[in-house]
């Protein structure tokens, strides 16, 4: 059974970077679709059934529920896989079709179906489609049946056997795109997934089961540790020295000292993003900031303050070394030092005005991602800065005037408002708040701000969010809540970590107040990041776990939420649970990931989102989790002598913990790949598409199954190679998460 997971597995992961060279088609003519890995699968079904049969499972109900429902899905989607239909149908409005598009080739059905009207909706003043949706009537003259329905992302059409999903549209939005699925092992597919997740819950309290045995060996012993003092929390704060004339430097210390206020104020204004995300500026100035130098607040002065003096005085902060440079190779390129890890925005052109990396950058751009260097990579991002820098200058980034009586809510710049819209108290306010920032006069600027936010109030308030909405952004923004928790969590974990290898040393028991004390502390903290998520979920309008920073953070979340109610019978476990929330805390705010709340998109408007993401990533907190303890079992193999013969007694205790950690954690990636299953047929109309981010999923599945059956290989099995493993295993779960996003295509 081992070997035949090792096939699907390396297989399947040779797949993946057979499409990411060659393509999909590729891929699946080689691996996917071919006889020998269909061949693989099979085998491996049957072998299920033969354990199953020859161990008497059946005698232990849910592991048995669990083990065959994999023989039903596969089943199901051999079905689905042979015998049904999966295509496209394309029709303009007007027009009616009954014709399919399978593999090239033009399938008829029984029926057809006719677009009376396609819709786009936008987010305001974006591109970027909101949702989309056809009115369509179903013509069905064989039964005898018209009928009209409403076709949109997420809510499908069933008639005749048929569903159909929306899928795209026409570039000139009169013609509609629909994935057309006949798919006739869907019911014993959705039986399987029922039995699956049934038996995996069911299994975690049958006290026959594997898990529970775990759990009472735990239960009998004790692995010591003792009270931490509370954790000191710190904010972020960023102080630079620059070179500059006097007058630069008279102006700097002037802004600086007198501009807080009035730029505070006008951060609190609210600004349409390029995504159509309302919010307030005091947003979008940070996340600005943060991109051009790395850093939340610059010289003194806040995101406000320094967006504020760019868009007023671009001549003084042009040369301001403001905008970050990884390598030095690309500072040599600048005429900078080497060590000098933010320059100015004149370094970039020549004493002609010639930007001086054209050619570098347009070399870097034609490079394939996956062959990109470092210096690529940084010229590349660089570049991005330069023109973030540019249009910060313009103010062409800060559209904080709607335009009346536009069709689409959209909001403009100081530019296109000073030539587009007739409000002359407007643009005088306008023309005071630039001027009065110019010469650092601020006695009567609030009322400018104030007459610009009533602007946006009568024109654009129909789609501003309410004001406790946007207060709580700029105090969440302020707070720097998951920073301070990323400080909190690894010295809390090191902290819990230290004293418990000195008490394991002296061999005693913690006491219960100690104990008490301890999971309080760590219960608080939880609670801290639970409130942190919260706040983001109700100030983005939708569950925050839509893009790479809000899955690392919620995989931290998963982290501590393991630690406080799963594994706080030790000290040790949970210190690991703390110190891998903190890495992949600390992982979330590096430079490749970004912190953004964005609009989402149609296809992820669905509950089936929430839950599949949230399952599936909470499963690698409790990975890596495993990881670390993992590691400490190694830290004690090392630290064993006759002398303490009890450090055996901790590490198989630690590898019981261990075992239960990667048990909950191959339950939850398991129930959360096969809800994704669940919503990619429910939303567009297929369970498994192969593509590189669910397949090292099913990777991750198959490493953490061999994981947790090796131990049925006695003659090979201990907790050094248990402990060795649960560490190996939790590279898939990288590949999975980093891998495919920064080489893969998926």
């Excluded at 029922?194 to 309290?205: K, M, Q, R, S, W």
Aim: hydrophobic share 45%.
């Amino acid at each position: 059974m081992i070997v035949l997971l090792l096939i699907l597995g390396i297989g399947a992961a040779i797949g993946t970077f057979i499409e990411n060279d060659f393509g999909s088609a590729v891929a699946k003519d080689l691996i996917y679709n071919s006889f020998w890995y269909s061949a693989a699968l099979l085998l491996t079904t049957i072998n299920i059934i033969f354990v199953s049969y020859k161990t008497k499972m059946y005698r232990v109900k849910a592991r048995f529920l669990f083990h065959i429902s994999f023989a039903i899905i596969l089943l199901g989607a051999a079905m689905t896989h042979f015998f049904g239909t999966d295509g496209l149908m394309h029709i303009r409005e007007g027009e009616s079709s009954n014709i399919v598009v399978v593999n090239n080739e033009r399938v008829e059905i029984p029926f057809s179906i006719k677009l009376i009207d396609f819709r786009l909706k936008r987010y305001p003043g974006s591109k970027s489609p909101s949702e989309f949706s056809s009115d369509v009537i179903v013509i069905d003259k064989k039964n005898d049946e018209e009928y009209k329905a409403y076709i949109f992302m997420n809510n499908t059409l069933t008639h005749g056997g048929y569903k159909f999903f929306q899928t795209s549209y026409d570039p000139d939005e009169k013609g509609t795109q629909l994935s057309v699925n006949k798919d006739p092992g869907i019911e014993l597919t959705y039986i399987g997934y029922f039995l699956l997740f049934l038996g995996l819950i069911v299994n975690l309290f049958d006290k026959k089961s594997r898990f529970q045995y775990l759990v009472r060996q735990v239960n009998k012993s004790s692995i010591t540790s003792i009270l931490i003092p509370i954790i000191l929390l710190a904010t972020p704060s960023i102080s630079n020295a620059q070179e500059s004339s006097e007058y630069s430097d008279t102006y700097m210390t002037e802004f600086r000292e007198q501009s807080l206020e009035v730029a505070t104020a006008f951060g609190a204004l609210v600004i349409q993003s390029p995504n159509g995300r309302m919010k307030p500026i005091d947003t979008q100035n940070r996340e600005v900031l943060n991109k051009l130098t790395g850093k939340s607040s610059w010289m003194g002065m806040t995101a406000n303050q320094v967006i504020l003096g760019m868009v007023t005085r671009p001549n003084i902060w042009k040369r301001i070394n403001l905008i970050k440079v990884k390598t030095s190779k690309l500072r040599q390129k600048l005429g900078v030092d080497k060590d000098q890890k933010h320059v100015k925005f004149s370094d970039f052109f020549d004493s002609e005005g010639n930007y001086k990396l054209t050619t570098e950058v347009e070399r870097a751009y034609q490079l394939v991602p996956s062959r990109r260097g470092t210096y690529e990579r940084d010229l590349i991002k660089v570049d991005e800065r330069l023109n973030i820098t540019f249009m910060s200058f313009r103010g062409v980034l800060l559209t904080i005037f709607p335009l009346p009586n536009s069709e689409n809510n959209q909001w403009v710049d100081f530019k296109t408002m000073f030539a587009e819209v007739d409000n002359q108290e407007l643009k005088n306010a306008t023309n005071r708040l630039l001027e009065d920032s110019y010469n650092r006069t601020f006695n009567h600027t609030i009322e400018s701000i104030n007459i610009i936010k009533g602007f946006q109030a009568k024109y654009g308030g129909s789609i501003i969010p309410d004001q406790n909405r946007l207060n709580t952004e700029i105090w969440f923004n302020k707070t720097y809540l998951f920073i301070k928790l990323f400080i909190s969590y690894l010295i809390w974990g090191i902290a819990l970590l230290i004293f418990s290898f000195v008490t394991m040393f002296k061999n005693k028991a913690i006491s219960n107040k100690s104990r008490i004390a301890i999971v309080s502390i760590s219960a608080v903290l939880l609670s801290i990041h639970t409130s942190g998520i919260a706040l983001r979920w109700y100030i983005g309008g939708f569950a925050p776990i839509t893009n790479t920073y809000e899955t690392m953070i919620f995989i931290a979340f998963a982290s501590v939420f393991a630690g406080v109610f799963f594994l706080r019978k030790s000290i040790m476990a949970m210190s690991a649970s703390f110190m891998m929330a903190g890495i992949f805390i600390f992982a979330a705010y590096l430079g490749e990931v970004d912190p953004e709340i964005t609009s989402l998109v149609p296809v992820l408007k669905s509950y089936w989102l929430s839950i599949h993401v949230s399952v599936i990533t909470a499963s690698y907190g409790f990975f890596g989790v495993g990881a670390i303890l993992g590691f400490i079992s190694l830290i004690l193999f090392l630290l064993r002598s006759e002398k303490r013969q009890h450090i055996d007694l901790h590490i198989k205790n630690i590898s019981y913990i261990n075992e239960i950690t990667l048990s909950l954690g191959l339950v939850l990636l398991v129930i959360g790949n096969f809800l994704g299953g669940i919503w990619a047929n429910e939303s567009w109309g297929r369970y498994w598409g192969w593509d590189p981010k669910e397949t090292w999923a099913y990777i991750s599945i198959i490493v953490y199954a061999i994981v947790i059956h090796i131990r049925l290989i006695k003659k090979i099995y201990s907790y050094y190679l248990f402990a060795i493993l649960s560490i190996v295993a939790f590279f898939s779960i990288l590949m999975t998460y980093f891998g495919v996003n920064y080489y893969l295509t998926g």
